[in-house]
């Protein structure tokens, strides 16, 4: 329960660091405990489940992080800039469905990924409007779309499944070969910790939920930060909704949903990302993604049931977000 | 309300750097600027006096074009200028150091420095410039003798006269010629406080920069500042150079304003 601040630990370090400070100093970074996490969590169930590493089991293992990946990449924008987006497993569902009604109407597959994509990022954009502009919490606003959503693509869907279109390298680039999906996780990632790190974006991003008030004064637009962050999320949500489909072979109008959807944010929380805004990171997310995957896949090599599994996922999302606020302690910042 | 009371002007020193006439600001039915007027020179620094409410914040607001005022105008250098946006005031040089500080705890000093005028690397996409942030953070910390060795360091880490010393630092590195200060020295302890009234002597000294100071404290501003002005209730009732008038004098007339609230 001790909150208080220890001033003396707010001095400067010195400009040139040794190896142990550098050391020390990535051990503290958010990823690294997770990081950790993980490598323990393979190493324990390659000796107790000894078909863990094989070629097989790890395709599975890659498909089931690959989504919540993608999706923890828009989340953890939203995350830093305080805000969420509960809509966007719906998101997931819906676009394939628009991919599939624009390639009936003529569209070639990749026009009609595109016309998908529009629509993800139309959805994306108005969350943000209503967000922003009219000022309603955007756990509400998704929440609303949430349900919207679901009965748009129930009903353009008649509730059926639809097959995903096109044919060969397309589609096994776009998530018909096994590790394709995965790939595409990994190479999103890599582009949003650019965006994140390097870009004034991310870093306008990281002030918009740090420090709104500052951000504002020194000439950030924080409305568009965070609309725009709503499109991102939204437009990476429906690509993974499509990539899902090119998997599959077709898609079901009741995929992704809310399990996908927290599945996402809660591998940016258990990498490391501060669910009350002005920190995140990335590669966290990948990695917190990894490691929920390799606790389901674990456990299922091990039989155990599907109900103790929600439980380990609910112990292993507080442990580690109580791991990341004294952590944070650790390292000087405060965790909001 | 107050009738403005008949004052000398004091005349400002060198070239005028910024003048504002009869600012009107509402916030809805509430006026919180009833016709301001002020002006400041290059090398000057004019201390703004008064109480919670006289309208001081809301009148540097409106200096860096985070506010727009419902009347009146703003010269820049002897030029009118509408200041509809901070990118606008900043693009004349006018920088301000807000009260409540804008900086964000999470992200490193050299960050926050650079905060909305980030350094890119050359090529198509417009990656930060770290590196060269990080340099020209360290200059202009040493530039104005703020001696803080690491500005990889999270401002969250740092005590609040070092805060205070990186916003001024940014304000300064950005060439301001106009500097706005709010209650600077609010908060602060006397030592942290010695420390940034040394760094806004020194910024005075170099002659080419107005200083504007939000300040309670009589005794301090009168110190520090050439020439102080009064604010109560939205109005300029009181303006003098600093040598001319004390902190018993200011008390008075505040306490005559109180009185004549009262009714006695």
């Known amino acids: 329960m001790q909150q208080r601040n220890d001033p003396a630990r707010a001095g400067a370090l010195p400009p040139r660091r040794s190896v142990a400070a550098r050391l020390t100093e990535l051990a503290l970074r958010p990823e690294a405990s997770v990081f950790f996490v993980a490598v323990v969590l393979v190493i324990y169930f390659e000796l107790t489940a000894n078909n863990f590493l094989t070629d097989a089991n790890l395709q599975t293992l890659s498909q089931f992080v690959a989504a919540p990946v993608i999706l923890a990449c828009g989340e953890i924008m939203l995350l830093i800039c305080r805000e969420i987006d509960l809509s966007v497993g719906q998101v997931f569902a819906l676009a394939p469905f628009i991919m599939e009604k624009a390639y009936n109407a003529g569209l070639p597959v990749v026009g009609a990924i595109v016309a998908a994509l529009i629509v993800c990022a139309m959805v994306g954009l108005v969350i943000g409007l209503i967000t922003v502009h009219l000022n309603v919490p955007s756990f509400i606003t998704t929440l609303g779309m949430f349900f919207l959503i679901t009965g748009i693509t129930l009903t353009i869907s008649r509730g059926f499944p639809a097959d995903t279109p096109g044919n060969g390298l397309l589609n096994a680039i776009l998530g018909g070969w096994g590790y394709a999906e995965f790939l595409w996780a990994l190479a999103l990632v890599a582009l949003m910790h650019v965006v994140l790190r390097h870009t004034r974006w991310g870093l306008h991003t990281i002030a918009t939920g740090g420090n709104a008030i500052a951000a504002a004064e020194a000439g950030i637009n924080i409305d568009r930060i965070k609309i725009g962050n709503f499109i991102i999320t939204s437009t990476l949500g429906g690509f993974c909704g499509i990539l899902e489909a090119f998997r599959i072979g077709s898609t079901d109008p009741l995929a992704g949903g809310s399990n996908i959807m927290f599945l996402g944010v809660a591998s940016g929380v258990i990498g490391g990302t501060a669910i009350a805004g002005g920190a995140g990171t990335i590669i966290g997310g990948l990695i917190g993604g990894i490691v929920l995957g390799i606790l389901q896949d674990g456990f299922t090599l091990q039989g155990i049931n599907a109900f103790m599994f929600d439980i380990i996922i609910g112990g292993a999302i507080l442990l580690a977000m109580i791991a990341n606020i004294q952590l944070a302690r650790h390292r000087g910042m405060r965790p909001q | ?264």
């Open chain 2, 1 to 264: 309300m107050t009738a403005p009371q008949a004052q000398p002007q004091p005349q400002p020193r060198g070239p005028e750097a910024l003048r504002a006439e009869g600012i009107v600001k509402r916030f809805g039915s509430v006026e919180a600027l009833g016709g301001v007027g002020m002006q400041v020179a290059a090398g000057e620094m004019l201390g703004i006096l008064g109480d919670n409410g006289a309208g001081k914040s809301t009148l540097l607001k409106i200096l860096t074009g985070f506010h727009q005022p419902d009347a009146g105008t703003i010269y820049v250098h002897g030029q009118h200028q509408t200041l509809n946006t901070v990118d606008r005031a900043r693009a004349l040089g006018i920088e301000c150091v807000y009260q409540d500080l804008a900086l964000v705890n999470g992200l490193s000093i050299y960050h926050n420095m650079f905060l909305n005028r980030e350094l890119l690397k050359p090529g198509p996409f417009r990656l930060l410039d770290h590196r060269a942030m990080r340099e020209r953070a360290m200059d202009a910390l040493a530039d104005i003798g703020v001696n803080i060795p690491n500005v990889n360091l999270e401002v969250g880490r740092l005590s609040g006269g070092q805060r205070q010393a990186i916003a001024v630092a940014r304000a300064v590195h950005s060439d301001a010629k106009i500097l706005l200060l709010d209650e600077p020295l609010a908060a602060m302890g006397a030592r942290e406080a010695g420390q940034i009234i040394a760094l806004i002597e020194r910024l005075k000294a170099r002659g080419d920069i107005a200083i504007v100071m939000i300040a309670h404290n009589y005794a301090q501003t009168l110190e520090v500042c050439d020439r102080v002005m009064l604010m109560q209730h939205g109005s300029v009732t009181y303006e003098s150079h600093a040598a001319e008038t004390s902190p018993a004098e200011l008390l008075e007339i505040v306490r005559r304003e109180y009185r004549e609230m009262r009714g006695g």
